[in-house]
T-cell receptor, first 111, second 113 residues
Framework: DAGITQSPRHKVTETGTPVTLRCHQT?????MYWYRQDPGHGLRLIHY???????DKGEVSDGYSVSRSKTEDFLLTLESATSSQTSVYFC??????????FGPGTRLTVT | AQSVTQPDIHITVSEGASLELRCNYS??????LFWYVQSPGQGLQLLLK??????LVQGIKGFEAEFKRSQSSFNLRKPSVHWSDAAEYFC???????????FGTGTRLTIIP
């Protein structure tokens, strides 16, 4: 358990509105990740961070941006939400043991 | 690029029966391999991992997995399943240092009495 919390846990929003999801960790892990989970696709990496202000794209980064101003917080922003971004979003951190630990997830519905 | 294939989308087994979930990976070097389990509405929990050494690894909840380099496989096994094992199982492959994981599409396990 890496002490990861995500907020909100559930959100319904309308197409075209901005949305920010927050991931908070208590273990001071350097690497943090955002994944989305969709049926038939497993988990796909959106963005990740390897330190404060250091981020990089994953395989499905279009339409998403991230920020990391503190070690413990990693924010995922949908600038203008679309229905294709309806998904479950998971945050993860990389422990010194080289294991990734996951948060409880945020279910986002874009109507 | 690394990739993972879980060929079984859904498996149904009887309680008390043995279980094997298949995972095949593609990776150029020695991979880091993982199995995660996800119960409905929950996050992912790490079951076991393989980094190097003994190719048979033991995990939590009575699960084990065997790394077979010649077959590019990392199949998950349990000798006798319990109703509480019903969940979705994900295989994943990582690079050295494991900064980035690639997941399979998952196998949903149903347990029947």
């Amino acid at each position: 358990d890496a002490g990861i919390t995500q907020s909100p846990r559930h959100k319904v929003t309308e197409t075209g509105t901005p949305v920010t999801l927050r991931c908070h960790q208590t273990e001071n892990h350097r690497y943090m990740y955002w994944y989305r989970q969709d049926p038939g696709h497993g988990l796909r990496l959106i963005h990740y961070s390897y330190g404060v202000k250091d981020t990089d794209k994953g395989e499905v980064s279009d339409g998403y941006s991230v920020s990391r101003s503190k070690t413990e917080d990693f924010l995922l922003t949908l600038e203008s939400a679309t229905s294709s971004q309806t998904s479950v979003y998971f945050c993860a951190t990389l422990a010194p043991s080289d294991e990734q630990y996951f948060g409880p997830g945020t279910r986002l519905t874009v109507t | 690029a690394q990739s993972v294939t879980q060929p079984d989308i859904h498996i149904t087994v009887s309680e008390g029966a043995s279980l094997e979930l298949r995972c095949n990976y593609s990776y150029g070097a020695t991979p880091y391999l993982f199995w995660y389990v996800q119960s409905p509405g929950q996050g992912l929990q790490l079951l076991l991992k393989y980094f190097s050494g003994d190719t048979l690894v033991q995990g939590i909840k009575g699960f084990e997995a065997e790394f077979k380099r010649s077959q590019s496989s990392f199949n998950l096994r349990k000798p006798s399943v319990h109703w509480s094992d019903a969940a979705e199982y994900f295989c994943a492959v990582g690079n050295f240092g494991n900064e980035k994981l690639t997941f399979g599409t998952g196998t949903r396990l149903t347990i029947i009495p």
